[in-house]
Structure formats: structure tokens, C-alpha cells
């Protein structure tokens, strides 16, 4: 599972770790990605989403039909 939110676009951003010395080491901070199934009610079937914590909300307030008609807006398949 690529950790990459398919409704935000959203994907993992890096930079560094700085000691008390001042050293620096590369690292990454991973998006809070989950996979979730969704009935979409147009089609008759459920789809499998790999979304972020903040796009699970953005569903519930925006509804799933609108959320897979943006996701297809950006040529993402579902």
C-alpha cells in the first residue's frame, strides 16, 4: 500500500532530524493513511479507498459520491 491519500493527494513529506549537536539525518513523516470501504449507491458496488485521516472526515461531510466524483475529476481510477 503505497502511503499516498487517493481523495487529498496528500503523501509523505521528508526532512531532517536535528540532535543536540546539530547533526542531521534524513527522515520522513508518513500521512495517517487507512483503507476503507465505502457502499456507492450510483453504481450498486462498494469501493476500497486508501485515504487519510483528514479525507475520512472530508467524506462524511461531503458524502461519498461527491469524494469518488473528485477522485475521477483527477483521473484516478476506482
Not at 15 to 34: F, K, M
Request: aromatic share 6%.
Amino acid at each position: 500500500m503505497s502511503a499516498h491519500c487517493q481523495l487529498t493527494g496528500v503523501k509523505p513529506v521528508f526532512g531532517n532530524n536535528v540532535s543536540h549537536s546539530h547533526r542531521r539525518t534524513r527522515r520522513r513523516w508518513n500521512p495517517n493513511i487507512q483503507q476503507r470501504r465505502y457502499w456507492l449507491p450510483s453504481e450498486g458496488r462498494h469501493v476500497r479507498l486508501t485515504l487519510s485521516a483528514r479525507a475520512i472526515k472530508t467524506i462524511d461531510r461531503i458524502g461519498i459520491e461527491q469524494a469518488v466524483a473528485q477522485i475521477r475529476a483527477r483521473g484516478e481510477k476506482i
